[in-house]
Every structure is written in structure tokens, then in C-alpha cells.
């Protein structure tokens, strides 16, 4: 593991709070990377469907005059990603790069991936059924296959 | 879980509920019946003996701690029946609410009572409990190896709706 990339998720749709899950999932690959030497790239992904939303809602309230656009998205989620990262690793010992992306969730990690040469994927994918059976969500699924790499998944 | 679940047309069943008392093909008497909360202690007991070889999707918990917490839970809504032998469970069914009008059905049987017919009763009467309490859509996730549990299923009236996932899913309808 030289660079891992975590991806973290947000509770609500606003991206201010990240699930428990998330927090646990980067302090795992915090302590893990600092173990090794190794970096973390921590990403987060503003979906479309929450960027319309809050794109509609910010310009029905004239008044405002603020400017929500593709651009404050994206620097919205590298925010976020950074404060989950200054939260949890505040005393682990490495290097973090915040990523922030707006867009469908697989196709942006691929994507950010490649960009940092991520040779390892931390995500939080399963979830619990009602039963408390540990199931693969859809996106985590897809990613295990799919990612050129070990992949960390924790239970949600 | 989606709803965008589909469930077969036919109606399963019907299937008889409990309580019964059956023979095992050991030759042991055991009683099916409806699980209460004054189970809970049975039924913790009967967790914290089984095989952790045999766990199944992160269930029986594998911390001894997490496992009462997990039973009561669970018990807290939906339809359970026990297998209940020399006073002691040997196995519990369950139909556990999901939130969108269906139920998620799990079972097991103490490693010991395996292999003996147990499972196939429960899974039996626990259906015809189903049909008691107005239960009228079922689904469920097998791991993919698992074609033994798949089978009883199958002969039960579930049907495979989901094989694209890691874990099958399949689903009935009673009533």
C-alpha cells in the first residue's frame, strides 16, 4: 500500500455530518497507512440529485445572493472530505490529500483513482438487514469487482 | 433493502402453525412454538453455543456481547418460532419486519439437532405463523455456496428474484 483512497459519506444531504461508519473507515486506513509509510487520498462525491437539490433551494431564496454552482459542489465535498480527515486523523501521522467530486459515485472513484494512483479502496458498503444479515450494497458490489486493487469494506 | 422486489404471483401454502410437537428423525421429541420475549434467555443460550464455522452474513454476532443485544432486537417485532428440546432451543425461525410491508425471513438450527428434519418443520410452521399474523410478503439472502439452505427454501415455495448480487435473494407470498 503506497496511496489509499477512502471515501466517505455523508449522514444527511447537506454534507455536514459524516455517518460513524466513515469516521471509522478513515481512522482504520489512517492507522494502517501510517503503519506502512503510506499516503491517503479521502474523497467525497456530492450526487447529482443532492447538488439540484440545493442548487434549486439556494436560488429560491433571493435575498441570499449566492452563487451554488458546479464549482462550490466540488470545493463543498473537499471540504468535507477534509474535515472528516482533520477530526479523525488529527493524531495519526500522514499525509492527507482531500478530494472533493460531484457526479455518480463509482465512475468518480474510478476516476480519482487514476488520478492519484490509488492502489488500495477503503469504503464503508455493508449494510445491515433488518434480520442483521451483513449485506453488499449495490455501489460497494460494484467497486470490489471492479477496482484494480485490494478493497477495504466495513459494515455500515 | 429496494422495493423494487419482485414477489411470485402464486400464493405458497398453507402451512401449519404452531404449537406442534414433532419427532425428530434422531428419534427426539421437540416442540415448535411462538417465541415470546420471556425466550430471550433460551435463545441467547442457544447463540452462544453455536458453531461460529457456521455463521451466516455476520449472524449469530461473533462477539458474545453484541449477541443478546442482537436476539432482543430482533424479537421486538415480527413472528418467531422455536424448536425447543429437553427444555433448551434448538432452533428459532424468524420473520422480521423490513420497514416496507414485507418481512425478511432467517433461520437456524443448533449444530447438534442439524440434519434431523428440525429445519424443514420450523421453517414450516413458522410459515403457517406467517400466515396467522397476516404476513403476506417474504424475502430472503443466501450466500451463494450455501445450495443446501437454498434447496429447503426452494421447496418451500421460494422463488430465486435477485441473482446479481453477492448474496442471492429470493422471495414468496403466502396467504
Known amino acids: ?156 | 433493502m429496494n422495493n423494487a422486489r419482485e414477489y411470485p404471483s402464486t400464493d405458497a401454502g398453507p402451512f401449519p402453525a404452531p404449537p406442534a410437537t414433532i419427532e425428530d428423525r434422531a428419534g427426539r421429541t421437540v416442540e415448535l412454538e411462538l417465541a415470546t420475549t420471556e425466550t430471550l434467555d433460551g435463545l441467547v443460550e442457544m447463540y452462544d453455543a453455536f458453531d461460529p464455522a457456521q455463521r451466516a452474513q455476520g449472524i449469530p454476532p461473533s462477539d458474545p456481547e453484541r449477541i443478546k443485544p442482537w436476539v432482543a432486537t430482533i424479537l421486538d417485532g415480527g413472528v418467531h418460532v422455536i424448536a425447543r428440546h429437553d427444555q433448551s432451543v434448538s432452533g428459532h425461525a424468524m420473520l422480521v419486519p423490513d420497514g416496507g410491508g414485507a418481512f425478511e425471513l432467517a433461520i437456524f438450527v443448533l449444530q447438534s439437532y442439524q440434519g434431523a428434519g428440525i429445519g424443514r418443520q420450523l421453517l414450516e410452521h413458522l410459515l403457517g405463523a406467517g400466515e396467522a399474523a397476516s404476513v403476506e410478503r417474504i424475502w430472503l439472502t443466501v450466500e451463494r455456496w450455501n445450495t443446501p439452505a437454498m434447496e429447503l427454501y426452494r421447496s418451500v415455495g421460494f422463488e430465486t428474484v435477485r441473482a446479481d448480487r453477492f448474496d442471492l435473494e429470493m422471495a414468496m407470498s403466502i396467504q
Not at chain 1, 39 to 58: A, C, N, P
Not at chain 1, 92 to 118: H, M, N, Q, W
Open chain 1, 1 to 156: 500500500m503506497k496511496r489509499a483512497l477512502v471515501v466517505v459519506e455523508a449522514a444527511d444531504h447537506v454534507d455536514v455530518h459524516p455517518t460513524e461508519g466513515s469516521k471509522e473507515i478513515t481512522k482504520l486506513a489512517g492507522e494502517l497507512a501510517a503503519g506502512v509509510g503510506a499516503e491517503l487520498v479521502i474523497m467525497h462525491v456530492t450526487t447529482e440529485q443532492d447538488y439540484q437539490d440545493r442548487h434549486r433551494q439556494l436560488s429560491s431564496m433571493e435575498e441570499l445572493d449566492v452563487e451554488y454552482d458546479v464549482d462550490t459542489a466540488a470545493r463543498g465535498a473537499r471540504q468535507f472530505a477534509a474535515n472528516v480527515a482533520n477530526e479523525v486523523l488529527a493524531d495519526i501521522d500522514v499525509e492527507v490529500t482531500p478530494v472533493g467530486r460531484l457526479g455518480e459515485i463509482t465512475e468518480k472513484v474510478y476516476s480519482v483513482a487514476e488520478e492519484f494512483e490509488c492502489d488500495h479502496l477503503f469504503i464503508t458498503g455493508r449494510r445491515r438487514s433488518p434480520a442483521g444479515k451483513a449485506i453488499f450494497g449495490d455501489v460497494a458490489q460494484s467497486l470490489i469487482l471492479n477496482f484494480e486493487g485490494p478493497v477495504t469494506v466495513t459494515t455500515a
